[in-house]
């Protein structure tokens, strides 16, 4: 990593409360010294929201044209491979710096924002976008920001922009509005415990929804990875599950939301004219927060078809609850 890109560094030693000034003082740099960056927040001023009440549920709407490029993106293997990883640091705009993390990531300031604090972090080598691997640093990541931020991951066959690279990404802690109701009583339902972490699901909640709460790190990762195996059993599958997880840290209590996913896109993704729903789901809509770079589909969401997308793109909840038994 160049000394050009550094704008500061976080090892294990430095105190939290560092880490969470130098996001803070990144953000207000890029925007000033890096015009896409710049341009990108200021245009979350014009962005329009609105609530739909599912049954049982709410979901928010975010009509956010500069969410084009992330909606469309191309993300299978031809298209990968035909162009250059934007998240390898020399493809990096010249303007663009971060933080140094643990020597083995490094927190950017996301040009197109969901939210008025969003970042990206990479791994300083360009490696595949898997989430085992990286549970140690997740997990890290996750309490170093929590009082302020939370992270969440998108799998690479499930919204992630960039499937050749590791990364997860990080956003104002409640800004997913599935991290408000995991923590509402009146939901949750619990499976079982497991040692120091409860599982739990959500109910009435329009998609099945794994919530894994620990206060012990290295077995909320054992955990984890017996889920990974469990539906990889379940699924008959080799390669990693397709799901989105959002992770929390709170009062000495990691927080993890997971859904398992059954496909990336919906059909109507793929039609055309009027019949085309641009609604690319990732950890941040099936959270609860759909995002619509277009504003005719932005007027067009309604209570069946929100209902109909999480039906489509998620697992069936007999289905998870299979694999969530698994994990015993």
Same mark, same amino acid.
């Given at each position: 990593m160049t000394s050009r890109r550094i704008f500061?560094?976080?090892? /294990?030693s430095t105190p939290r409360a560092e880490l969470i000034e130098a996001c803070k003082n990144l953000l207000d740099d890029q925007r000033r010294s890096w015009p896409q960056c710049g341009e990108g927040y200021a245009a979350l001023e014009s962005i329009r929201v609105k609530e739909i009440a599912c049954r049982g549920f709410s979901v928010h709407l975010q009509f956010n044209p500069k969410r084009i490029v992330s909606t469309g993106a191309k993300v299978d293997a031809a298209a990968i491979r035909q162009r250059l990883c934007f998240l390898c640091e020399d493809n990096l705009p010249a303007q663009q710096r971060g933080i140094l993390y643990r020597n083995e990531f490094l927190i950017l300031c996301n040009p197109a924002p969901i939210f008025h604090q969003h970042f990206t972090v990479s791994l300083t080598r360009h490696q595949p976008q898997v989430w085992e691997p990286f549970l140690d640093p997740f997990f890290a990541l996750s309490k170093d920001l929590g009082p302020i931020y939370s992270v969440f991951y998108n799998g690479a066959k499930c919204g992630a922009s960039a499937p050749d690279h590791a990364h997860v990404q990080v956003c104002p802690k409640d800004a997913i509005p599935v991290e408000k109701d995991a923590r509402d009583p009146r939901r949750r339902k619990k499976f079982f415990d497991r040692g120091s972490t409860a599982i739990l699901t959500l109910k009435e909640y329009g998609r099945p929804t794994l919530v894994f709460e620990s206060t012990d790190a290295i077995e909320l990762k054992v955990i984890v990875r017996r889920l990974l195996a469990a539906a990889q059993q379940v699924l008959g599958i080799a390669d990693e599950p397709m799901l989105n997880a959002i992770c929390t840290y709170r009062d000495g209590v990691w927080r993890l939301i997971v859904f398992l996913r059954s496909k990336h896109r919906p059909e109507s993704y793929f039609k055309e004219g009027a019949e085309q729903l641009f609604v690319s789901p990732a950890a941040v809509d099936i959270g609860g927060l759909i995002v619509t770079p277009r504003?005719?589909?932005?007027?067009?969401?309604?209570?069946?078809?929100?209902?109909?997308?999480?039906? /489509?793109?998620?697992?069936?909840?007999q289905v998870v609850e299979q694999i969530a038994g698994l994990i015993q």
């Open positions: 500061s560094v976080h090892s /294990e504003e005719q589909d932005f007027e067009r969401l309604d209570v069946p078809t929100v209902e109909n997308l999480f039906d /489509e793109v998620c697992l069936a909840p």
